[in-house]
């Protein structure tokens, strides 16, 4: 009989349970051991939520997986790969056959800012900042980045606190990556909620109550969202592991780490070094597709057949769904390599059809326990 191998999923994310949930249920002898910082799933998609208490469900990592799936919590310090471990805060260290790496991204720690600052991909700055804002009347709160999660944070804070006085800032435009009549809605709605949008803007310096911007103006906050520029966990790079300079592991186009077939790496914190690959971004949609292809993949290399596993990873995106607080939204449908084209929902009908993707990927964990549900195109 051969003898079991042990498959370490490091990081109980998007990427990392989808890919436990789909390696789970494949007839190979392994052991899955998926290890993560907390219980809790953190449903990042829904920090803007967690900030304004309109997030109404939370979900521990345990229940969301596969039975057959150990679950650790623990926070993971360095890889070895040469040995093929993963060391824990502890000190303690657990060896891997294979390992999945989908350790995410974190705020940037490379700058001490006043605790006047939060950033909005940390789940314990924004339920910091939500009992902040309970306490405050008339909060005047900057979001720095008029990205995706910067309009939806901007968006979701106006509804909630209509006396808020809020600022979104940007060193470029709002809606970069949307098309004309997609930014034109969310500029609507940036003005009819009266926020103060501030474009072409390079923040200089951050001051404990204000941002100061390249051309000296001065833009006050009692609280600053940080909604800008992310880095990867710095596991990687603190291993030694080939990483690009935001801490992202430099994978091939079968998302195995260079020079390494033992590691296979899924979710934020994979950079595709390939031409095919260059559009691909963060995304939660671009998690669970490369979460399920790690798993095909893992299992190709164990033996089994797989369709997914044996070709390169390939996503063609369909679109970006932004929901401008819980009644309002735009989809913009895209073409595969995320150019915005065709058609955009707008209003009530868009926040139904983001709320629904949102509510899908929980499903999608769920149902993955159980059979092949997470499909993609290609
Ligand atoms: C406000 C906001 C809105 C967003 N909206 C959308 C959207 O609408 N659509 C979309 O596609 N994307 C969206 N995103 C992006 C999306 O959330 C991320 O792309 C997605 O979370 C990436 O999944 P992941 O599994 O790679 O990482 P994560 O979901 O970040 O999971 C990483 C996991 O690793 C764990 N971990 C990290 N370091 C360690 C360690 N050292 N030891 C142990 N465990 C560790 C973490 O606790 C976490 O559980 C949004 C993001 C934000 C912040």
Not at 144 to 165: D, Q
Not at 169 to 196: C, R, T
Request: aromatic letters at 8%; one cysteine or more.
């Amino acid at each position: 009989m051969e003898p079991i191998k042990s498959i370490i999923i490091a990081g109980g994310g998007y990427a990392g349970i989808i890919a436990a949930n789909r390696l789970a249920r494949k007839k190979l002898p392994i052991k899955i051991t998926l290890i993560s910082a907390e219980e809790e799933f953190h449903e990042r998609i829904r920090n803007h939520q967690v900030i304004c208490g309109t997030l109404a469900k939370t979900y521990s990592i345990k229940s969301l997986l596969h039975k057959n799936v150990e679950f650790k919590t623990a926070k993971i310090t360095k890889i070895e790969s040469q040995t093929k471990e993963v060391f824990l805060s502890d000190n303690k260290s657990i060896h891997y056959d294979y390992l999945i790496y989908a350790l995410g991204v974190q705020r940037k720690t490379d700058k001490a800012l006043p605790n006047t600052y939060i950033s909005i991909v940390e789940k314990s700055d924004c339920v910091r900042l939500a009992n902040v804002l309970k306490t405050m009347i008339q909060p005047k709160i900057t979001i720095l980045g008029a990205g995706l999660s910067g309009i939806e944070t901007v968006a979701e804070l106006a509804e909630t606190f209509p006396f808020a006085n809020l600022s979104l800032v940007d060193a470029g435009k709002l809606g970069a990556g949307f098309s004309e009549s997609a930014g034109n809605w969310m500029k609507g709605y940036i003005a009819e909620h009266k926020i103060n949008l501030v474009e072409d803007s390079y923040i200089q310096s951050f001051e404990k109550d204000s941002l100061i911007t390249k051309s000296g103006k001065k833009i006050e906050h009692d609280v600053c969202i940080l909604s800008n520029g992310l880095v990867a966990s710095p596991v990687g790079m603190t291993s030694g592991l080939p990483t690009n300079e935001i801490g992202q592991l430099l994978v091939n186009e079968f998302l195995e780490l260079k020079h390494n077939p033992y590691v296979l790496v899924a979710g934020d914190a994979a950079k595709v070094i390939s031409p095919d690959h260059t559009h691909l971004r963060m995304a939660c949609a671009t998690a669970l597709p490369m979460g399920i292809y790690a798993a095909e993949r893992l299992s190709h290399i164990l033996g089994l057949k797989s369709k997914l596993g044996v070709k390169p990873f390939s996503l063609s995106y369909m679109g970006r769904n932004v929901s401008l607080g819980r009644k309002d939204g735009v989809i913009q449908s895209s073409l595969a390599d995320d150019t915005p084209h065709g058609k955009v929902w707008k209003s009530r009908m868009a926040a139904w059809i983001k709320e629904i993707i949102c509510k899908l990927t929980i499903q999608s964990f769920k149902l993955e326990k159980y059979m092949d549900i997470y499909v993609w195109k290609g």
